[in-house]
């Protein structure tokens, strides 16, 4: 009998297109969800949890990338039913709602936070799992349920920490560019399915706009496009005209808000629902202004689509405009980091009666790296107190001290390594960011007083002081062991530290 080969050992690795998140990461991503929350809260929403798993009939099939496997979802069959990770909050909404639409206020005001799954093509900077923090209003037709989206969406950005300035937030509509269509030639009344495919291409070529510029958008309207990395992707197969009236909608922004309405006006005369899709941008232009919120901070853009297949009128983008080297080294605006819009026909699905909804969300990885480019995330976070094992046989006076720290609200824990080498116990302290370092070794102990050492003005000193400064601003101090708690308050806080 040959010999058995070993088990190959399994590799350390995430799957593509995926990460872990350590420990700053997700500080600030509880710092900035929460901040967003605040604003939420403040606007009357009510915070809702869906199942990170639907049905694919419920979820429906809406995402831009068709090119991938199961429509881009990740997608599994257990016994009749297809189950997939949801793409996004919006979909579960719509199933939720139409489920509980009789126990709930109408309208109903809900925001949500959470991963969502895209089976994607995976790129630098681009993975497929991310966090989306979403608020909709379900129920009200009213273009003002739009307007407070835009201007809740201003509101946010700012409360995180972007600067008025660095961001715009642009409305479009989709009813305006089916006008447009329209006139091309793309939609049929009496089949509305017949150009569908070539309305998806479209709507996914215009929403790249900023990224590929007008050339790549005719590419991708007229026989299709190559890509840096050589891939191909089909386009609509439009005639030259076709492309030059879309084209001119990209186009109509005015240098204001009433010029780039007059110019869509003219662009979708004799279509009723272009028509309609202008006055409905017109009166989010009036009551965004009522509110206090200008075209620097809230601006009318015809080049705003959302790839998202179920939006069904006024859609918003919120762009973050300073400029940032990309990997290439190459300078570039940030770009996108919120979208949403109205979509009145996604409850429709389940109940069969139209439902009007407008909702936005906010890719929060991307603000955070926004955030993190900007220098205004901390890359570090201060680590607990730790209390140091000069005996191993006193475990139990450790963790007397340790709780007593925390029942102060102070963050803290003791050594749990092998407690031999005591210079290990500091490097420990030190990779954990640790403020404080708490030694009682048996002489502490036999005279009822602990070292409490400084280990941020440790490190200063250590840098650049000189033999003076250390006698004058010693980082290690004595006190009795019954004042600890006292004395670790007042070293954080002289530190600049909160419990």
């Known amino acids: 009998m040959g ?57 429906g099939k809406f995402l831009p990338d068709v090119d991938r496997p199961n429509e881009g979802v990740f997608a599994w069959k257990e016994e009749d039913d297809w189950l997939a990770l949801r793409y996004d909050l919006t979909a579960p909404l719509a199933r939720a709602y139409a489920q509980n639409r009789n126990d709930l ?20 900077g681009r993975f497929r799992q991310f966090y989306q923090c979403d608020a909709d209003t379900v129920g009200s037709s009213s273009m003002a ?76 309207l007229g026989s299709g496009r190559v890509d840096d990395s050589g891939d191909f992707t089909t386009g609509a197969g439009l005639t030259a005209g076709q492309i030059d009236v879309l084209m001119g909608f990209m186009k109509a922004l005015g240098s204001t808000s009433d010029q ?36 620097e901070r809230i601006l009318l853009d015809p080049s705003v689509v959302r790839g998202l297949g179920y939006y069904t009128g006024p859609v918003y983008e919120a762009e973050l405009t300073f400029e940032i ?15 949403g819009g109205r979509y009145d026909d996604l409850v429709k699905r389940f109940t069969g009666q139209e439902v ?11 603000l955070l790296a926004a955030l993190r480019m900007r220098g205004q995330i901390d890359t570090e976070n201060v680590g607990p107190v730790v209390i ?74 250590a840098k650049k002081a000189t033999l003076e400064e250390w006698k004058s601003r010693p980082s290690q101090t004595t006190c009795p062991r019954s004042e600890l708690v006292k004395h670790v308050c007042e070293m954080l806080l002289a530190q600049g530290q909160t419990n």
């Open 260 to 295: 780039t309405l007059n110019n869509l006006i003219c662009l979708v005369k004799g279509s009723k629902i272009g028509e309609a899709g202008v006055q409905e941008l017109e009166q989010i232009s009036n009551l965004v202004v009522a509110q206090g919120y200008g075209t």
């Open 325 to 339: 080297n990309d990997e290439k080294g190459r300078l570039r605006k940030f770009g996108s980091v919120a979208g």
């Open 3 to 59: 010999k058995q080969k070993n088990k190959p050992r399994p590799k350390a690795l995430p799957p593509k297109g995926f990460r872990d998140y350590f420990s700053v990461d997700v500080s600030a991503r509880i710092d900035m969800l929460n901040k967003i929350s605040e604003v939420y809260h403040l606007y009357g929403f009510e915070q809702f949890e869906s199942s990170a798993v639907e049905t694919v009939e419920a979820l």
């Open 145 to 220: 349920a739009d307007a407070e989206i835009c201007t809740m969406l201003s509101d946010t950005l700012e409360r995180v920490g972007i600067e008025r300035g660095d961001y715009i937030v642009r409305v479009n509509n989709r009813k305006v560019l089916d006008g447009i269509m329209e006139k091309v030639g793309l939609i049929d009344p009496d089949n509305p399915t017949k150009f569908s495919e070539e309305k998806g291409i479209v709507l996914r070529a215009i929403d790249k706009f900023d990224r590929l510029g007008s050339e790549g958008v005719k590419q991708l």
């Open 388 to 461: 140091t094992v000069m005996d191993r046989d006193r475990m139990g006076d450790y963790q007397a001290m340790v709780s007593e720290l925390r029942g102060a609200g102070i963050r803290s824990e003791v050594y749990l390594g092998n407690p031999k080498n005591f210079g290990n116990q500091l490097k420990y302290a030190d990779n954990r960011k640790s403020p404080i370092a708490i030694i009682e070794g048996g002489d502490e102990k036999a005279a009822g007083v602990v070292q409490i050492k400084d280990l941020i003005l440790g490190a200063e000193l």
């Open 105 to 124: 206020p109408n309208p109903y005001r809900r925001f949500a936070m959470g991963p969502v799954w895209r089976n994607e093509k995976p790129g630098p």
């Open 356 to 366: 009007p909804a407008a909702g936005i969300s906010i890719g929060v990885d991307r």
